[in-house]
C-alpha cells in the first residue's frame, strides 16, 4: 500500500508540475506579444479621394473655392487697433493729516492726449473705503474729464495709501491712480 500511495503522490506532483509549465509557456508568449507590437499592426485608415472639381471640368476653367469663406472676415489683431492715451494731471493726491471719520473727496483731471476715443470701462479700489467715479461718456480727443474719489477713513489709523485701477482702451489697459492719507484716530 505505500507503494500505491507513492505513486498517486508522483502523478499529483507531476500533474502539477505540468499544469505550471503550460502555464509559464502561456504566460512567456503573452509577455512576448506585449514587448513586440509589430505583432498587433493595425491599419491606417485611408480617406477616400475624390476629385475637387466635377468630372470632365477643368480645374483651370472651374476652381474650387469655398462658397462661404468669404462670409467670415477676419478681426483686426488687438495689438494693431489703435488705442488712446491718458495723461493725469497727478498719479497720487495726499490728504496730508485727517482725523479718523472723516469722509474726504478730491479729483483726478485727465486729458485724453490721442487722436482715437477714449473710452474708461471700468475703476476698481484697492479698498472699500474708497469709491471712484469715472465719466460715462467717451472723451474726444484733446479734452479733459475728471475721475472724482472718496475716502471714508472710518476704522483707518497712521499712514493709508489706497490705489484705484483705471481700465480704459489705452496700452497698457490699466493705469494706476492713488491717495494718501496719514489719519489721526479720533481719541487724540
Same mark, same amino acid.
Given at each position: 500500500?505505500?507503494?500505491?500511495?507513492?505513486?498517486?503522490?508522483?502523478?499529483?506532483?507531476?500533474?502539477?508540475?505540468?499544469?505550471?509549465?503550460?502555464?509559464?509557456?502561456?504566460?512567456?508568449?503573452?509577455?512576448?506579444?506585449?514587448?513586440?507590437?509589430?505583432? #498587433?499592426?493595425?491599419?491606417?485608415?485611408?480617406?477616400?479621394?475624390?476629385?475637387?472639381?466635377?468630372?470632365?471640368?477643368?480645374?483651370?476653367?472651374?476652381?474650387?473655392?469655398?462658397?462661404?469663406?468669404?462670409?467670415?472676415?477676419?478681426?483686426?489683431?488687438?495689438?494693431?487697433?489703435?488705442?488712446?492715451?491718458?495723461?493725469?494731471?497727478?498719479?497720487?493726491?495726499?490728504?496730508?493729516?485727517?482725523?479718523?471719520?472723516?469722509?474726504?473727496?478730491?479729483?483726478?483731471?485727465?486729458?485724453?492726449?490721442?487722436?482715437?476715443?477714449?473710452?474708461?470701462? #471700468?475703476?476698481?479700489?484697492?479698498?472699500?473705503?474708497?469709491?471712484?467715479?469715472?465719466?460715462?461718456?467717451?472723451?474726444?480727443?484733446?479734452?479733459?474729464?475728471?475721475?472724482?474719489?472718496?475716502?471714508?477713513?472710518?476704522?483707518?489709523?497712521?499712514?493709508?495709501?489706497?490705489?484705484?485701477?483705471?481700465?480704459?482702451?489705452?496700452?497698457?489697459?490699466?493705469?494706476?491712480?492713488?491717495?494718501?492719507?496719514?489719519?489721526?484716530?479720533?481719541?487724540?
Amino acid at each position: 500500500m505505500g507503494n500505491r500511495v507513492s505513486a498517486v503522490v508522483i502523478i499529483v506532483l507531476l500533474a502539477v508540475a505540468g499544469y505550471f509549465a503550460v502555464q509559464n509557456v502561456q504566460l512567456k508568449k503573452k509577455l512576448a506579444e506585449q514587448e513586440n507590437p509589430l505583432n #498587433h499592426i493595425i491599419a491606417p485608415a485611408i480617406p477616400e479621394t475624390r476629385p475637387a472639381n466635377p468630372e470632365g471640368a477643368s480645374p483651370f476653367e472651374k476652381p474650387n473655392v469655398d462658397p462661404v469663406a468669404d462670409q467670415f472676415k477676419s478681426q483686426p489683431d488687438v495689438d494693431t487697433m489703435p488705442v488712446a492715451e491718458i495723461k493725469f494731471d497727478k498719479m497720487v493726491y495726499d490728504f496730508g493729516r485727517i482725523t479718523e471719520g472723516d469722509v474726504v473727496k478730491t479729483q483726478f483731471k485727465f486729458t485724453n492726449t490721442s487722436k482715437v476715443v477714449l473710452l474708461i470701462s #471700468h475703476a476698481q479700489p484697492s479698498c472699500g473705503c474708497t469709491v471712484p467715479t469715472t465719466p460715462k461718456d467717451p472723451v474726444k480727443p484733446g479734452e479733459s474729464n475728471v475721475i472724482d474719489v472718496v475716502f471714508n477713513s472710518i476704522g483707518k489709523r497712521g499712514e493709508t495709501i489706497k490705489t484705484i485701477a483705471i481700465t480704459a482702451n489705452t496700452k497698457p489697459r490699466e493705469t494706476t491712480i492713488a491717495i494718501k492719507a496719514t489719519v489721526i484716530p479720533k481719541d487724540r
